[in-house]
């Protein structure tokens, strides 16, 4: 016989999502290898800025596109999610 109540929480813990890769490095080194070449002249490094301006763009424009109702990206929803959803199936603790 169990010695708690066999129901889940009302919410689960707050934890951090492991930060993920990393983007849009590459581009940067080396507009900034350009700068450190050129004396940190803008005007002779505007394809390289523009390049990574670009990528910055389009990696925000992909974080943004991901839906919140799809899993994270090692397959478990996050705890903002879980309590989402604990919130709008709330458990019964009693019988009637």
Known sequence: RPTRP???ADKVANRREQAGEATCITEMSVMMACWKQNDFNDAA????????????????????????????PRGNFTSAKVNKLLRRFPQITRYV
């Open 45 to 72: 490094c505007a394809e390289e800025i523009r390049v990574f301006y670009d990528c910055v763009a389009k990696a925000e424009k992909e974080r943004k596109a991901q839906n919140d109702d799809t899993l994270s």
């Open 6 to 8: 066999l129901v889940l």
